[in-house]
């Protein structure tokens, strides 16, 4: 099945900085990449995702760069904010279906005012 | 639409005791989705549902995890008898075709 690995896990940032959080899968039928982020309490709520005929997605001060090759993909964060600190999941597809994620274990993103 | 709402929102029961969990999704969305997450295992895919017909159960545990979807608002995951390893938050999400999951606020499950 697929795997999805995430680094770092944790990452501390100081505001205005940009953050950069890394995912790699294995399964190369892999076609749907989607990033979510989860407050502390909170429900995970995507904000991002690219799919595999495009290499690079950017909206506002997120992007997502994939690597089909490679099979890698990451996130961008820029002029990090402090409402920015959340976990925040890759996820990757598998058994060539969107509907089918396997998320990676997430990375706590701390941006310091 | 309110989203994808779940209940109960927290629950405390002792080993060898009975949980249902329950699911209302945003209507309209053709596919459902539990998910468990652990501080351990992190966001784990238990089974998904498309119009009501579960599509692959690979994400279940074992015999004691049950999920049913008799109708297009409405689905449960049960386990039965529970377990303290079971102790976690069970999320509920729905989507359309698109892929993009709207989670519901979860079910935080411990079992003493």
């Known amino acids: 099945g697929e795997n999805v690995e995430q680094h770092p896990s944790t990452l501390s940032v100081q505001e205005g900085d940009s953050a950069v959080i890394k995912c790699t899968y294995s399964d190369s039928a892999s076609n749907y990449f989607p990033w979510y982020k989860q407050e502390l309490g909170k429900r995970p709520q995507l904000i991002i995702d690219i799919r595999s005929n495009v290499g690079e997605k950017k909206d506002q001060r997120i992007a997502v760069t994939l690597n089909k090759t490679a099979k890698h993909f990451s996130l961008h964060i820029t002029e990090t904010q402090p409402e920015d600190s959340a976990v925040y999941f890759c996820a990757a597809s598998s058994g060539g279906s969107n509907y089918k994620l396997t998320f990676g274990k997430g990375t706590l993103l701390t941006v310091n005012p | 639409d309110a989203g994808v709402i779940q209940s109960p929102r927290h629950e405390v029961t002792e080993m060898g005791q009975e949980v249902t969990l329950r699911c209302k999704p945003i209507s309209g969305h053709d596919y459902l989705f539990w998910y468990r997450q652990t501080m351990m295992r992190g966001l784990e895919l238990l089974i998904y549902?498309?119009?009501?017909?579960?599509?692959?159960d690979s994400g279940m545990p074992e015999d004691r995890f049950s999920a049913k979807m008799p109708n297009a608002s409405f689905s449960t995951l049960k386990i039965q008898p529970s377990e303290p390893r079971d102790s976690a938050v069970y999320f509920c999400?729905?989507?359309?075709?698109?892929?993009?999951?709207?989670f519901g606020e979860g079910s935080r499950l411990t079992v003493l």
């Open positions: 549902f498309n119009n009501n017909v579960p599509i692959d």
């Open positions: 999400a729905s989507s359309l075709s698109t892929g993009e999951l709207f």
